[in-house]
Structures are given as C-alpha cells and as structure tokens.
C-alpha cells in the first residue's frame, strides 16, 4: 500500500504558503515579494 502522508504534508505546506501569497501586501519591497513567490514555487516543486 502506498502511503501519501508526506504527499498530503507537501500539499497542505503548499496551499498555506500560496494562502500567504495571495494576500501579500502590495506595499513591501519587490525583494519580499520575490522571496514569497519563489518560495510558492519552492513548494510547488517539492509536491
């Protein structure tokens, strides 16, 4: 049997971390935003 805990660990860090993004404040500096996007993607990667 296949176990797809650390898929479904992956997958809820994931959605977390693109639930922060989108509610990002406009207002930081282009370097913070980046480093969020990059990091979503980081996640994406790992799922």
């Known amino acids: ?3 797809y805990s650390k898929f479904e660990k992956a ?3 994931l959605q ?3 639930q ?3 509610t990002l404040d406009p207002s ?3 370097y913070l935003q980046e480093a969020m996007a ?3 993607i980081q996640r994406f990667e790992t799922c």
Do not use: N
Request: hydrophobic fraction near 35%; glycine fraction near 0%; charged fraction near 20%.
């Open 1 to 3: 049997m296949i176990d």
């Open 11 to 13: 997958l809820k860090h």
């Open 16 to 18: 977390t971390q693109f």
């Open 20 to 22: 922060h993004y989108q």
């Open 28 to 30: 930081l500096p282009d």
């Open 38 to 40: 990059e990091s979503v």
